[in-house]
């Protein structure tokens, strides 16, 4: 009778190798997310060195609550790769954030749980005290093969540190200038066509709204007007002053009064 040939003694070791180098491509891809990025310059460079301008990231919700109100936002993924897989990382810079399906919580941050979605929806406490509450984010969008090198990304407008402001006011009625004069980014955004700005002021004022681009020129002026107290907003073609269609890009829309001065920022996408 023959006897059982033995494996070589270095076979367990192979396979633990082999082991390892299949698990590598799961710990590298973070399918179950990565806190730490929302607001990194470097954003997620283990996917690709730079920014994918192709993809963006939208996040939805109302930007303007009241204090310790519980409110729903989704953050969503345009673009990348053909699959329908990604991830993201959310910073809040106060309140608290309560998970909602396929992401978790981390502190001030959220991030995914899995790889197989693009659009993650959640809820965010507002603080109990007035004033202006941000969003960072950033979006990775895969293309399922394991490979990082198919993978796109980019932040949350476009730049690291872009902020999706809230402004949280006391309850209606209640006359408190610093919290009831606000500008909300442009809706919807990012837009292809026409989209709406919408402002409030705390009392009677001159007020200058004005779009404009990266370098700072204007591009165009949406009212330039006494306007009353209250909540109104501003309907934008996305034509310049001269009429001509404004270019895909990054615009900054700015609300002059004679109180104070507010920005915040489009996308434009073709």
């Known amino acids: ?17 082999a082991a ?8 590298m891809a973070d399918s179950a997310g990565r806190t730490g990025k929302a607001q990194s ?5 283990c996917h690709g060195t730079t920014r994918t301008a192709g993809v963006t990231v939208t996040i939805s919700g109302p930007q303007n609550v009241v204090v310790n109100s519980t409110n729903s936002y989704t953050v969503t993924l345009l673009g990348g790769p053909s699959a329908t897989q990604g991830g993201f990382n959310l910073k809040a810079s106060n309140g608290t954030l309560v998970a909602g399906a396929n992401n978790r919580i981390s502190g001030l941050e959220m991030t995914h749980v899995n ?36 993978d796109q990304w980019n932040w949350y407008g476009g730049v690291v540190n872009t902020a999706f402001p809230i402004v949280v006011a006391n ?6 200038e610093g919290a009831l004069t606000w500008l909300a980014p442009p809706s919807p955004n990012p837009c292809v066509g026409r989209s709406v700005v919408s402002f409030s002021l705390a009392a009677p004022t001159h007020v200058r709204l004005e779009l404009l681009d990266t370098a700072g020129r204007v591009v165009r002026t949406l009212t ?21 269609r404004a270019a895909a890009g990054v615009y900054f829309v700015r609300m002059s009064t004679p109180q104070r001065v507010l920005t915040t920022r489009v996308t434009v996408l073709d």
């Open 171 to 176: 309850a209606a009625g209640v006359e408190d």
């Open 224 to 244: 330039d007007a006494s306007l009353p107290a209250g909540r109104q907003s501003v309907s934008w073609d996305r034509r310049s002053a001269t009429g001509a």
């Open 41 to 45: 310059p470097n954003g997620c460079n």
């Open 1 to 17: 009778m023959k006897k059982a040939r033995m494996l070589p003694s270095a076979t367990p070791w192979l396979l633990v190798a």
């Open 20 to 27: 390892l180098t299949l698990g590598a491509g799961v710990v």
């Open 115 to 150: 790889e197989f979605s693009r659009s993650w929806t959640f809820s965010w406490k507002a603080p109990a005290v007035v004033g202006t509450s941000n969003f960072y984010a950033i979006g990775l969008s895969t293309d399922g093969s394991g490979d990082e090198s198919g």
